[in-house]
């Protein structure tokens, strides 16, 4: 992609989410270095991205050019604060986890301000994620571009106001489990039906596509849209589905606020 290293501080499924994206991409950067106490994860990534470099020390990953903070939250303030040492003053960190604000990263940093957040979408494997971004202030318009050339491979990465990243966590984040379980059941149940794996995966694609399209764009009410079909084999199991969104997702979202 550039000159610019990269490194990761936590080896799990949202560094592996970049590292697919950018290989699907050809835009592998041309220095990874992945940083985890876990050395099955490690040999795991390293089989499948040999390029990249693999190791247990958090302070090799955190003294590259921009630092991806892609641990957990619960870890994450240990994480950061055992990478503070190692981050040259002229590295870019970016956190990819919810609930840590840059004021609060700052602090567990000693001071360190040139700081990004996003939370990924793990569509950016296949280079259609949208993963909003937060810069701070202490970040220039030319630190700017580096994250934004590092995110461009795996889709869209609108700036957007660091009290919105949390809403995009449940949102656009997560979003995707809220809809894969039935994707795949409705792929499976039509092979049984007689259509080939291709023509299943071409009509899943279309109709999921259009689906979105015609909820937001037809300028119908949501009402009107939804009464497009009259045959709704799933209409009875509406009420408890819409229950589980309504409660366990705000939920979620006041646990997640910092």
């Known amino acids: 992609m550039n000159a610019t290293t990269v490194g990761f501080i936590g080896g799990g499924r949202i560094a592996r989410i970049f590292l697919e994206g950018w290989a699907r991409a050809q835009k592998l950067p041309a220095r990874i270095v992945?940083?985890?106490?876990?050395?099955?994860?490690?040999?795991?990534?390293?089989?499948?991205?040999?390029?990249?470099?693999?190791?247990s020390d958090l302070a090799l990953a955190a003294a590259q050019d921009v630092v991806f903070l892609a641990t957990h939250?619960?870890?994450?303030?240990e994480a950061a604060g055992r990478a503070?040492?190692?981050?040259?003053?002229?590295?870019?960190?970016?956190?990819l986890a919810p609930k840590f604000?840059?004021?609060?990263?700052?602090?567990?940093?000693?001071?360190?301000?040139?700081?990004?957040r996003s939370n990924p979408n793990a569509p950016s494997v296949v280079g259609a994620g949208i993963n909003p971004i937060v810069f701070g202030s202490a970040l220039t318009a030319?630190?700017?571009?580096?994250?934004?050339?590092?995110?461009?491979?795996?889709?869209?990465?609108p700036e957007v106001?660091?009290?919105?990243?949390?809403?995009?966590?449940?949102?656009?984040?997560?979003g995707p489990t809220y809809l894969w379980f039935q994707l795949q059941a409705l792929r499976e149940l039509a092979v049984s039906f007689g259509l080939t794996a291709t023509e299943?995966?071409?009509?899943?694609?279309?109709?999921?596509?259009?689906?979105?399209?015609t909820l937001v764009d037809s300028d119908l009410a949501p009402a009107d849209v939804m009464d497009l079909v009259p045959v709704k084999p799933l209409a009875e199991m509406?009420?408890?589905?819409?229950?589980?969104?309504?409660?366990r997702l705000p939920a979620l979202f006041q646990k997640i606020k910092p």
């Open 238 to 247: 509406e009420p408890q589905v819409l229950e589980l969104y309504r409660t």
């Open 84 to 95: 503070a040492t190692a981050l040259k003053p002229s590295a870019i960190l970016v956190s």
């Open 73 to 77: 939250p619960p870890v994450l303030a």
């Open 200 to 213: 299943a995966d071409a009509g899943l694609k279309r109709m999921v596509s259009g689906a979105v399209n």
């Open 34 to 55: 992945i940083a985890d106490p876990n050395a099955e994860t490690l040999a795991k990534l390293k089989t499948k991205f040999p390029a990249i470099e693999t190791s």
């Open 142 to 157: 030319a630190d700017r571009a580096v994250v934004q050339a590092l995110f461009a491979p795996l889709g869209e990465s």
């Open 161 to 174: 106001a660091e009290e919105k990243i949390e809403a995009y966590a449940v949102f656009t984040a997560m």
């Open 101 to 116: 604000t840059i004021a609060k990263l700052t602090a567990l940093l000693g001071g360190f301000e040139r700081i990004a």
